[in-house]
């Protein structure tokens, strides 16, 4: 996924703030899953949502106003209610900026675990590393 850093996602240094990656986390997410033909608004829609368990960020490098990001998002594991998904954020010349894990359940609408519909596992594990 592409993001380019506008003034807002950058404090009074012009560097991104810390935790505007875990929106581009979001973002990246969302869009992995879009790629590989589901819909976060559809998947609510069935009462099938998920919530992060765990954030892992190891900051390299600062982003700064100006600069396009590349987030490269992959799956390392994923079971009936659980995925793990793993990021490295580039800037446009290539250089590590970030490394991330997302640690996510899958929830039901009354927030309790759930399995997740099979298809969606299916296609997790299909789309590999």
């Known amino acids: 996924m592409k993001k380019k850093i ?22 990246a997410r969302s869009e992995y899953l879009e790629n590989n033909g589901f819909s976060v608004k559809d998947l609510m829609g069935r009462g099938v949502m998920f919530v992060v368990r765990r954030q892992e960020i190891d900051y390299k490098f600062p982003a700064v106003y100006g600069d396009t990001l590349d987030i490269r998002t992959w799956v390392v594991e994923s079971s009936p209610v659980r995925i793990r998904f793993a990021y490295e954020i580039k800037n446009q010349d290539g250089r590590l900026l970030s490394k991330a894990v997302t640690d996510m ?11 997740m519909p099979p298809e969606l596992l299916a296609a997790l594990k299909s789309s590999g590393s």
């Open 6 to 27: 506008y003034y807002h996602d950058t404090d009074c240094g012009g560097v991104v703030y810390y935790g505007n990656y875990l929106k581009f986390l979001e973002e």
């Open 105 to 115: 359940v899958c929830v039901g609408s009354d927030l309790g675990v759930r399995e």
